[in-house]
């Protein structure tokens, strides 16, 4: 998938050439390859910056997620184990930005083993949280809406199930494109880490990825999701205002994120084409896209008790966990920020 991701530099530099060429047609000698500063070839300096900017958030971010799972909850719980798997896709992909934010302030400078291993983690950290977030709104919806799941261990066993073909697709998916990334020296002698395939083939390569990976999980997030939402409003659940906000925060984020750089992928991939201007609407998407690994993090500080549990653990004070009475009347936990998109009323209760 890293065509998807260097596609822009690609284009790019398809765009230099093509300048380059123009009015040579009556020309029989040879031709002179006129070579753009480091910053053109490689992206921009604006690109790199957003690129460190969203790996601090998300580190930060998925590192106290991460934290407060291990120090304070249970990971048996169904719900953190998804929250945990998610955190760690979005930490997987977020690793590989600031490597490739220095190749947009100059060039590929960290060897070929990296160039396919980094190819690799961005395709297993995007693909496998966009599954995630789809395996976790789909245990939602099974419990709110068909009241499946009644015994716990089978919820469990389905979970952990379903986390690790998840992993097993993404690493799997990956090996393509680990196989055909690699570091190169250009024309102008840039070293660039780009995969190597036929046009055609990367074409049909998008449509799939984006079918698979896109359309498929947002088809899905919004039906479940407008279900969930159905039982809550009517519901008496006080809280379900709040719930609502959260529910919409949820979908809003996945559709803002993600569609633009879907769209554009789509349309760049159709039209073949160098345009500078569409090569910046797609740079603009691709940041927009990736800020989405930032956003889980945020939309669990809704709730108070994760609140508190972050401030505890930063200011490195103890704190006991929930007793038995707290955990059956529904306490807001890191988890039961999921919890609360389906609990309509005080008499469901997932554990």
Known sequence: MMHDVLIGISSMND???????????????????????????????????????IFCLSFAGNTVVLCVLARYEKLKRV?????????????IFSMSLPFWSTYHFSQWVFGDFLCKLLSGAYFIGFCSSMMFLTAMTVDRYMIMVHNQFPLL???RLCAQVTCVAIWIISVSSSIKEMVISSAKTDKCDYITCES???PWMDKISNYILTLIFFLVPL???IYCYCRILKIVISSKNKNKHK???????????????????????V?????????SKLYHIFIFCRILAYFHC????????????????????????????????????????????IEKVIATNENIQLT
């Not at 609502?244 to 569609?259: E, R």
């Not at 007793?323 to 529904?330: E, Y």
């Open 267 to 275: 349309t760049m991939s159709e039209l073949q084409s160098s345009s």
């Open 294 to 337: 930032c956003l889980n993090p945020f939309l669990y500080a809704f709730t108070e008790k994760f609140r508190a549990q972050v401030s505890r653990l930063l200011c490195c004070a103890p704190l006991q966990r929930r007793s038995i009475s707290s955990r059956l009347s529904g306490a807001h936990s890191i988890s039961n920020v």
């Open 153 to 155: 261990k089978k919820r």
């Open 219 to 221: 088809t899905i997030i």
């Open 79 to 91: 719900t953190n184990l998804f929250v945990l798997n998610l955190a760690m896709s979005d930490l």
């Open 196 to 198: 190597s395939t036929d």
């Open 15 to 53: 765009f230099q050439e093509n300048e380059t060429y123009n009015d040579t047609s009556d020309y029989n000698g040879s031709l002179v390859f006129l070579c753009e500063d480091e910053n053109q070839h490689s992206g921009s300096t604006a690109t790199a910056f957003c690129f460190i900017v």
């Open 243 to 265: 719930t609502i906000i959260l529910i919409f925060c949820i979908v809003v984020a996945f559709f803002v994120c993600l569609t633009p750089y879907n769209v554009v992928l």
